[in-house]
């Protein structure tokens, strides 16, 4: 049934404006980091409480997965319930999951591996 207030013989026309955002494009960004690290736990089968990192890298160039990795850290970490870490952080811990890959053209990668002491390989000088 045709409301009285409406014309069945008038056309009406909506615009919708279907930009994405900046802040949506990173919020997006920062969700498709989460799916990948959520898949690759899968499929290592690591548990919530396994003690595990999560390492990663991404290109310079990588626009958008920075941003993500900076501003919605937070989130990310709240929703892989595991800590992060750039990759320059890695010094050779046992990796039981890795995934690399390309994501609208910008390249990252993870690492999981089991807790162990992280150490600063630039902070640390062998003297004789």
Same mark, same amino acid.
């Given at each position: ?17 279907? $930009? ?5 494009? +990173? =919020? ?9 690290? @959520? ?21 310079? $160039? ?13 989130? +990310?970490?709240?929703?892989?319930? =595991? ?9 050779? @811990?046992? +990796? ?16 999981? $591996? ?6 600063? +390989? ?7």
């Amino acid at each position: 049934m045709v409301p009285p207030y409406c014309n069945p013989h008038c056309y009406c026309s909506i615009l919708l404006d279907f $930009t994405q955002s900046e802040e949506l494009k +990173i =919020k997006g960004y920062a969700r498709e980091f989460i799916n990948k690290v @959520q898949r690759l736990k899968k499929q290592t089968k690591v548990s919530t409480e396994d003690d595990i990192i999560i390492f990663y890298s991404v290109e310079p $160039t990588a626009k958008y997965f920075t941003l993500a990795l900076d501003k919605e850290r937070k989130l +990310i970490e709240a929703a892989v319930k =595991k800590p992060l870490f750039s990759n320059e952080w890695y010094t050779g @811990q046992v +990796i039981i999951g890795r995934d690399h890959g390309t994501a609208e053209g910008e390249n990252y990668e993870i690492k999981l $591996t089991y807790r162990s002491p992280i150490v600063d +390989i630039n902070a640390v000088r062998v003297t004789s």
